[in-house]
Every structure is written in C-alpha cells, then in structure tokens.
C-alpha cells in the first residue's frame, strides 16, 4: 500500500529553521496534487502548503513568505523548507495527497518552536 513518511521534526528556537522530508512509497507523487498539513494540540489538522502536479505552489497565510514546498521526482520526495519559525508553528506535521487521502496519512513528525 501507498506509504508517506515524514522525517526532518524537532526543537528549534523561535527564528530558525527546519527542513521536513516526506518519503514516498507505491505512489508516484509528480502525479499528484501534493500538501504538507499540520495539526496543533487541540485544532484541527490543516493544509499548509501545496505543490500541483504541474508545480503550481499555494501557501496558507499563515506561512506565506516563510515556507517552501518543493519535490524531488527522481527520489519521489516532497520537501518543506521552513524559516523564520514561530512558536505558534509547532504541530505534528504530515503529508498528503490534496485532497487529502485517509488512508495515506503516516505519523507525522513533531516540529516544537520554543525558547
């Protein structure tokens, strides 16, 4: 089955960086709509960040100017460069197609913005 694999979370100081890989597997994702949603305790999961299969990228408000979608077709990886992170970040972030697919969402990597 279709298997998505994030990795790249952590702890880092407000104003920093982080770098998200999502790993795919039994899915071609230059084919695909793709997106990097994340969930933060208590609020539902959310679209941050998506790729068309044409390129075409779209951000939520939120991160506008300070993330970066992007892929690597010939690794089959979807990327999410994050800079200037602010604790209102920190979430456990995933991959996905998007639309989103329920039965693709792996377990996320946890990313914490704190001081």
């Known amino acids: 089955q279709v298997q998505l694999v994030e990795s790249g979370g952590g702890l880092v100081q407000p104003g920093g960086s982080l770098r998200l890989s999502c790993a795919a597997s039994?899915?071609?994702?230059?084919?695909?709509?793709m997106g990097w949603y994340r969930q933060a305790p208590g609020k539902q999961r959310e679209l941050v960040a998506g790729i068309t299969s044409g390129g075409i990228t779209t951000y939520a408000d939120s991160v506008k100017d300070r993330f970066t979608i992007s892929r690597d077709n010939i690794k089959n990886t979807l990327y999410l460069q994050m800079n200037s992170l602010k604790p209102e970040d920190t979430a456990v972030y995933y991959c996905n197609t998007d639309p989103r697919t329920r039965a693709y969402w792996g377990q996320g990597t946890q990313v914490t913005v704190s001081s």
């Open positions: 039994r899915i071609m994702i230059r084919g695909y709509n």
